[in-house]
């Protein structure tokens, strides 16, 4: 492995919002799949003021394609905060692989809340 690495997007939509993730892929390694992104739950309270954010986490992707660890870095409101959490603890991947051999990776996630 040289070092080289390039970064992939993928966006799902959805009537929530829409989530986007971004994944590293080094030279070697097949980056995770999403196999069940079920969408968030949006805030009642948020829903009924008409108020939009957009919440980033981290999480990791573990070897068995789970999610673990899903970390708040940044959310305008702690219940678009613990929507983003609840709903990407349910989500499920294809597990990354380095060399053919299932490992856990980082992802970044950006969940947006908004009306449609």
């Given at each position: 492995?040289?070092?080289?690495?390039?970064?992939?997007?993928?966006?799902?939509?959805?009537?929530?919002?829409?989530?986007?993730?971004?994944?590293?892929?080094?030279?070697?390694?097949?980056?995770?799949?999403?196999?069940?992104?079920?969408?968030?739950?949006?805030?009642?309270?948020?829903?009924?003021?008409?108020?939009?954010?957009?919440a980033f986490l981290h999480a990791v992707v573990d070897d068995k394609g789970n999610v673990r660890m899903p970390t708040v870095v940044s959310s305008p409101d702690p219940a678009f905060a613990n929507a983003a959490i609840e709903a990407v603890k349910k989500w499920a991947f294809e597990p990354a692989k380095l060399s053919g051999e299932p490992v856990a990776v980082l992802i970044t996630i950006e969940m947006e809340f908004r009306h449609f």
């Amino acid at each position: 492995m040289d070092g080289k690495f390039e970064v992939e997007r993928t966006s799902c939509g959805g009537l929530a919002g829409w989530q986007k993730f971004n994944l590293c892929r080094i030279q070697g390694h097949q980056a995770a799949k999403a196999k069940h992104l079920p969408d968030p739950a949006y805030p009642e309270n948020e829903r009924k003021s008409g108020n939009e954010g957009r919440a980033f986490l981290h999480a990791v992707v573990d070897d068995k394609g789970n999610v673990r660890m899903p970390t708040v870095v940044s959310s305008p409101d702690p219940a678009f905060a613990n929507a983003a959490i609840e709903a990407v603890k349910k989500w499920a991947f294809e597990p990354a692989k380095l060399s053919g051999e299932p490992v856990a990776v980082l992802i970044t996630i950006e969940m947006e809340f908004r009306h449609f």
